[in-house]
């Protein structure tokens, strides 16, 4: 058997009994993503009966060992996202594999991949779908679990469908570590200025930063929560309206190393000493981070263990999605020290 429904009766008689048009029953054989579950399910039913198990189509290849990766990122130009796949691309090449990156140029709010992306990963065939700092939507989720196609996201900006494996780390511990640090350091007066509200990271950073300061009985105060939504630019913006208010703190967490470095260039074009008149930090340890004047004090990110995770869950999936958590650490440095009395 070639697995190609070649004969257009017999396609007729498939879609008749499977209830569903000619076109659809080729998009099965096909293996295009835009069937529903459902829908190619059943007509499978049918192509199995009447002995066409679709051994060549593309979705089979990936399940017979395909050398290839697919790796669906959120963006190129960020040093998180850079460092991530640049990762991924020598530990792929140590397991034999060969990668194809593509990008999702969408709502930053909600990075779902595109459904031609969908479309080319089932033609191509594929031992797996790698996101980094995406999400799938639930028809992706059901697509790629009912093609047997292992999917892994390391660092989703949300939850996943239970059938996708996650890799990160815990954020809310990680930054009441790095609060506490501050809190040990002797400030009572910390504001932080979030990432992107909308993602599972930002909220779950504010999390732990808010439990370091309840647990400290210091207050939470809601002007010096600032939205920098990952971004250089605002975190910049965001510490100057933090240090040029009536009140100022004496350290500011940031949601990120990017948003950090947004604040140092701040406090330097305001004429403050860091860490003298105020301590800062960061999150990630990105390459920028160690380089900083003064270095900034963060989190650093396994990325190294995170994506050995990840590949080995799809050159091994599990039978079930998983939930992985990589442990990360704080890294002082000297962008923090005890507020001056």
Same mark, same amino acid.
Request: a positive charge; charged letters at 25%; proline letters at 6%.
């Given at each position: 058997?070639t697995?190609?429904?070649?004969?257009a009766?017999?396609?007729a008689v498939?879609?008749?009994?499977?209830?569903?048009?000619v076109?659809t029953?080729?998009k099965?054989?096909?293996?295009?993503?835009?069937?529903?579950?459902g829908?190619?399910?059943r007509?499978?039913?049918? +192509?199995?009966?009447?002995?066409?198990p679709l051994?060549?189509?593309?979705?089979?290849?990936?399940?017979?060992?395909?050398a +290839?990766?697919?790796v669906?990122?959120? $963006?190129?130009?960020?040093?998180?996202?850079?460092?991530?796949?640049s990762?991924v691309?020598?530990?792929?090449?140590?397991r034999g594999?060969?990668?194809?990156?593509?990008?999702v140029?969408?709502?930053?709010?909600?990075?779902?991949p595109?459904?031609?992306?969908?479309d080319?990963v089932s033609?191509?065939?594929?031992?797996?779908?790698?996101?980094?700092?995406v999400d799938?939507?639930?028809?992706q989720?059901?697509?790629?679990?009912?093609?047997?196609?292992?999917r892994?996201v390391?660092d989703?900006?949300a939850?996943?469908?239970?059938?996708v494996?996650?890799?990160r780390?815990?954020?809310?511990r990680?930054?009441?570590?790095?609060?506490?640090h501050?809190?040990e350091l002797?400030?009572t007066r910390?504001?932080m200025v979030?990432?992107?509200?909308h993602?599972?990271p930002a909220?779950?950073?504010?999390?732990g930063f808010?439990?370091a300061m309840? $647990?400290a #009985?210091?207050?939470?105060r $809601?002007?010096?929560?600032?939205?920098?939504?990952?971004?250089?630019?605002?975190?910049?913006r965001?510490m100057?309206?933090?240090?040029?208010g009536?009140e100022?703190?004496t350290?500011?967490?940031?949601?990120?190393?990017?948003g950090?470095l947004?604040? +140092?260039?701040?406090?330097?074009?305001?004429?403050?000493?860091v860490?003298?008149e105020?301590?800062?930090?960061?999150f990630?340890?990105?390459?920028?981070a #160690?380089?900083a004047?003064?270095?900034l004090?963060?989190v650093?990110?396994p990325v190294e263990a995170m994506v050995?995770?990840a590949?080995?869950r799809?050159?091994d999936?599990?039978?079930?999605?998983?939930r992985?958590?990589c442990?990360?650490?704080?890294?002082f440095?000297d962008?923090t020290?005890p507020?001056r #009395?």
């Amino acid at each position: 058997m070639t697995g190609k429904v070649r004969s257009a009766v017999k396609l007729a008689v498939i879609a008749r009994e499977a209830g569903v048009s000619v076109s659809t029953v080729s998009k099965v054989v096909n293996g295009r993503a835009d069937v529903s579950a459902g829908t190619r399910a059943r007509v499978r039913g049918v +192509l199995d009966r009447y002995g066409y198990p679709l051994d060549s189509s593309p979705v089979a290849s990936a399940k017979l060992g395909s050398a +290839l990766l697919d790796v669906i990122i959120r $963006e190129l130009e960020s040093a998180w996202s850079s460092a991530l796949l640049s990762e991924v691309e020598r530990a792929a090449a140590d397991r034999g594999l060969n990668i194809v990156v593509s990008t999702v140029q969408a709502d930053p709010v909600h990075p779902i991949p595109p459904r031609r992306w969908l479309d080319q990963v089932s033609a191509r065939g594929t031992c797996g779908v790698l996101g980094i700092l995406v999400d799938f939507s639930e028809a992706q989720s059901d697509y790629l679990r009912d093609a047997a196609i292992p999917r892994v996201v390391v660092d989703p900006s949300a939850e996943q469908e239970r059938s996708v494996t996650t890799v990160r780390i815990d954020n809310r511990r990680s930054q009441y570590r790095l609060t506490r640090h501050l809190i040990e350091l002797g400030h009572t007066r910390i504001a932080m200025v979030d990432g992107n509200r909308h993602t599972l990271p930002a909220r779950e950073r504010r999390e732990g930063f808010e439990a370091a300061m309840r $647990e400290a #009985r210091l207050p939470i105060r $809601e002007a010096w929560r600032k939205d920098g939504g990952f971004d250089r630019d605002d975190a910049q913006r965001a510490m100057t309206e933090l240090m040029t208010g009536p009140e100022r703190p004496t350290a500011v967490a940031f949601a990120s190393d990017k948003g950090a470095l947004g604040g +140092l260039a701040a406090a330097r074009l305001l004429g403050l000493d860091v860490p003298g008149e105020v301590s800062v930090t960061g999150f990630d340890d990105i390459p920028d981070a #160690r380089a900083a004047i003064p270095a900034l004090t963060t989190v650093r990110q396994p990325v190294e263990a995170m994506v050995a995770a990840a590949l080995d869950r799809i050159v091994d999936p599990p039978p079930v999605g998983r939930r992985i958590m990589c442990a990360a650490e704080p890294v002082f440095r000297d962008s923090t020290a005890p507020p001056r #009395r």
